[in-house]
């Protein structure tokens, strides 16, 4: 399985997601710059990390969203490709329009640094595939606009095609529409969520509920 990581100014998590990665996988994934125009060959998944691309300078990720190398993972995702969006990375995928909806304040209008309780909600991809549908598991959250918003004909076609991956268990602390803390593309390849499974891939961060999806991902991927 071969995987890359971007990187943005103001990127600040990519090295965890490459750490998480590479104990996954058994390989280091590319680091990628945001200028470089293309992706390296043979790629099976590329990870968007979180920080605060570009300062959060318009609006979280937009920037970022444009960037010469997410003419690339567009290319890559239509192509067939997997694509992990994460916090920041979350964003950027919005607005790029890979996933519908978008991130906005938080409902307190505060940052959040905290655990948070989430519920699986489907255990149909390659992300979510090492836990159980209705599984509870605590993942770290950091961010200051992570409330996710759409419209109703996107909210309920994201519920009717079973896309919701994640959910806020007990209710979203940032004023999530629907509690939604990760959502999957029309082809369930791309995965995007607020927070962060590489913060919780070694029992030394004190947990471990994100390894399970680098796991899975690495094992569907290679058997594919």
Known sequence: MKTA??????SNCDRDMAVALERATGR????VWHKDTALPAGL??????????FGDHLRCGAIAARAPIMRAVADFVAAGGHA?????????????????????RNGGLKFLCQNAALRVET??????????AGAIISLPI????????ASEDELA?????????????GGAPNGAMDDIAGILSANRRVL?????????????????????????????????
């Open 5 to 10: 990581v971007l990187i943005f100014p103001g």
């Open 28 to 31: 280091a994934p590319a680091m």
């Open 44 to 53: 099976d998944l590329v990870a968007l990390p979180g920080g605060f691309s």
């Open 84 to 104: 992990l969006g994460v916090c920041n990375g979350f964003q950027v995928l919005t607005e790029t329009g890979l996933l519908p909806g978008a991130l906005m």
């Open 123 to 132: 255990a149909a991809s390659a992300f979510t595939a090492g836990y159980g």
């Open 142 to 149: 950091a961010h200051h606009d992570g409330a996710y918003r």
């Open 157 to 169: 076609r994201l519920r009717a095609e079973d896309r919701i991956a994640l959910r806020y268990a």
């Open 192 to 224: 995007g969520m607020m927070p962060h499974p590489e913060r919780a891939a070694d029992p030394a961060l004190g947990g471990t509920d994100g390894a399970p999806l680098f796991a899975a991902l690495a094992g569907a991927l290679a058997a594919a």
